[in-house]
């Protein structure tokens, strides 16, 4: 029997992180440096590993997910500092 859209769970995710909940395990140090991480493996690849049609699709992926991850952090950062600066009292006159 399939699950109904109603059966999927909707978390809130400003309300989870005002909880103190984490949602990654990694030290930070190493979150942070995950995308450059994933564009070092893409140029090890082919050296390890010689060029191939499957080494060439792993470094295009690893490229892929390092930008798209360096573009989302950065879009989340905007919106954070967006409501940062919306949650800050106006200076009275």
Known sequence: MPLSASAIPVVNADRVQQAGVKFMWFPEWFYERLPFLYLAAAGICPWLFGISPPILLSVALL???????LS????????????ARRRRPMPKS
Request: with cysteine; glycine share 0%; hydrophobic share 60%.
């Open 72 to 83: 989302w952090r950065r879009a989340a950062r905007q919106v954070a500092a967006i409501r």
């Open 63 to 69: 490229v892929c997910a390092s930008l798209l991850t």
